[in-house]
């Protein structure tokens, strides 16, 4: 039972800053742009994740050299068209479907045939989407049952650019499409409905050829051939994403305050903020500021006098994908019936999320109706939980154990969480913090 964790009581109220750790996007397209850069690229609070050390490991396959000097990363990169490997490498992207795909659209060019493994959960996930429109720029693909992992991909050098329509909400894909434009003669094109956009970011900053048109529920992306990519030196701010675990459970406990310090607030990730608001959550942004392209901010939360329901703007999906497990439980305690739809995309993560929100809801005691791709929580103001939960076998998802560990705090009752280990890919400090908030 070392792998697991047990929760009894709910958590006091409390008044403290934390810092959570380094985003895990921007870390690990950090990885990416440093390793294609021309000289020595420093960061500092990297994400000290798996998924960022599968990144590093990656680039390294690929002959680039990587250091650590008092928690500073040293990326020396040898330029967009660098890579210096044998034949018949592997690349294991273990639980990232960050790096996995993002992976593929620099490799399109490669010379010899690469493979990309990846954990069970994330040889579940749909590879096609990404295989597709890159072998249109004219390189192909080898995909485990067509679409799954391990696959291998082999390289062109007579690469033509495409047009590209990616309507699922995916950054994943799009920016996968990016970096294959960057390898291609010509110009590339992409509309694609609106989702993260850390990529066009940091490609903006760095000054690469790209432009960006934003419509009103798309964006149109232009890309052409990268020459030449100058080094970039990264003071990472916090992850949003885990800041929502604790944005959620300040919400839901009594007479509590916290500020979660410098966190970076990209407007196409603050969606849990925009939809916890709706719900009457008491959320705040102190000392705003732009770094590197990108706003951050500390955040402040304090408990709110009472929740309502919400009937979810679909516009908002995209912007709280990875967030959506800790807005169901505050839907829990919301007053009235909350509707969630068009959330598909949830069952492409590392588990099927909308499926495993219905199972945490049902043991909490929470009725819920779910389609393939909605749920309406009926939320109960005054759930207090008086039972023995057990959470396992959700593929190791970190989400799912936090969002257990969340609703444990919050709402009582008896729980044994398994795979703890599981925030080793995104968020090793979490229970840390966690023990900080319950002193």
């Known amino acids: 039972m070392s792998n697991s964790i047990a929760l009894k009581k709910k958590i006091k109220r409390f008044n403290k800053k934390i810092i959570v750790a380094g985003d895990k996007s921007l870390s690990i397209r950090w990885v990416l742009f440093a390793s294609l850069a021309n000289g020595i690229s420093k960061a500092k609070n990297l994400l000290i994740s798996e998924d960022v050390f599968a990144a590093i490991n990656a680039v390294k396959k690929l002959g680039i050299k990587v250091n650590f000097k008092k928690k500073i990363c040293i990326i020396y990169g040898k330029g967009i068209n660098g890579f210096q490997f044998k034949k018949n490498i592997t690349i294991n992207a273990k639980n990232s479907g960050t790096l996995g795909r993002l992976i593929l659209g620099f490799l399109i060019n490669t010379p010899y045939p690469i493979r990309l493994i990846g954990d069970k959960s994330l040889s579940k996930r749909d590879f096609k989407r990404i295989s597709d429109p890159l072998s249109k720029f004219g390189t192909s693909f080898k995909l485990n049952n067509k679409k799954n992992l391990p696959l291998t991909i082999f390289g062109s050098n007579y690469l033509k650019p495409i047009k590209y329509f990616e309507n699922k909400g995916s950054a994943q894909c799009k920016s996968a499409v990016i970096f294959g434009g960057m390898r291609t003669n010509g110009t590339t094109f992409i509309k694609a409905k609106r989702s993260r956009n850390h990529t066009e970011l940091l490609c903006k900053h760095l000054k690469l050829p790209i432009s960006i048109k934003n419509k009103k529920n798309y964006d149109e992306i232009t890309i052409k051939k990268v020459k030449k990519i100058k080094t970039l030196n990264y003071d990472i701010p916090s992850d949003i994403s885990s800041s929502a675990f604790f944005i959620a459970l300040t919400t839901l406990t009594e007479n509590s305050k916290l500020i979660i310090k410098n966190v970076n607030i990209n407007s196409s990730r603050t969606g849990v903020i925009t939809i916890l608001k709706k719900m009457g959550a008491n959320i705040t942004f102190k000392n705003q500021k732009v770094y590197k392209g990108e706003k951050n901010a500390d955040i402040q939360i304090k408990s709110p006098k009472k929740l309502k329901a919400i009937n979810c703007p679909t516009k908002l999906n995209s912007e709280a994908i990875d967030e959506f497990l800790v807005i169901f439980l505050v839907a829990a305690k919301a007053k009235g019936i909350s509707y969630f739809k068009d959330l598909a995309e949830l069952n492409q993560k590392e588990s099927p999320r909308l499926e495993w929100g219905r199972k945490i809801l ?30 396992k076998n959700y593929l190791k998802d970190h989400r799912v154990f936090m969002t257990s560990t969340v609703a444990a705090l919050s709402f009582g009752g008896n729980w044994q969480i398994h795979d703890k280990d599981s925030i080793k890919t995104s968020f090793p400090n979490f229970l840390k913090i966690i023990n900080y908030l319950k002193k």
């Open 362 to 391: 049902n043991k909490m005691g929470i009725k819920t109706i779910v389609t393939k791709s909605s749920i309406k929580i009926f939320g109960n103001p005054n759930l207090e939980i008086n039972k023995k939960i057990i959470i």
